[in-house]
């Protein structure tokens, strides 16, 4: 009998090994769930509903797929460190991380915050085909992706700051 102690200490220990790998997937998943979204939660509003919702520039960039001036917008030029979350419905879309300096005057990103909470969409207004991009949860329009961004992905994300709002990172936190 001399070998059953360390047999059940060793299994012991393979159940709290796997209790704490358990519980770190589950604080990783949820994690990742606080800024996803369930898929069946999208936000939907009538015409109406979004107009008295949004300020005047907000409604006509996110809802009638508007356009803001280059460079005179809130965050083309911002190098703060946080998060851009959606304007109209507070989902997490990019962050400071992925920020680039494009030159074009818009905030540019080349990857979003989560694949998840960016959808795109063929757009094929102004004579032009490109690729519109939009919030997962409410389809906000959010602006237009090109395939001539930055390394690691080549994408340059181009946003209007009118469909974004910035929540700088608190250090203290
Ligand atoms: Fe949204």
Known sequence: CGGQGP????MLLRVK??????VAVWAAVGFAAEKRFPLDQKIVKTDAEWKKALPPEAYHVMREKGTEPAFQNKYWNNHDTGEYVCGAC?????????KFDSGTGWPSFWRPADDLNVETE???????????????????HL???????????????????????????????
């Open 7 to 10: 047999r059940r200490i060793s």
């Open 17 to 22: 090994r796997a209790a704490l790998c358990a």
């Open 90 to 98: 507070g989902l997490t879309l990019f962050s400071s991380e992925t």
């Open 122 to 140: 063929s757009d094929r207004t102004f004579g032009m085909t490109r690729t519109e991009v939009h919030c997962a949860r409410c389809g906000a």
């Open 143 to 173: 602006g237009h992706l090109f395939p001539d961004g930055p390394k690691p992905t080549g994408l340059r994300y181009c946003i209007n700051s009118a469909s974004l709002n910035f929540k700088k990172h608190d250090p203290k936190k």
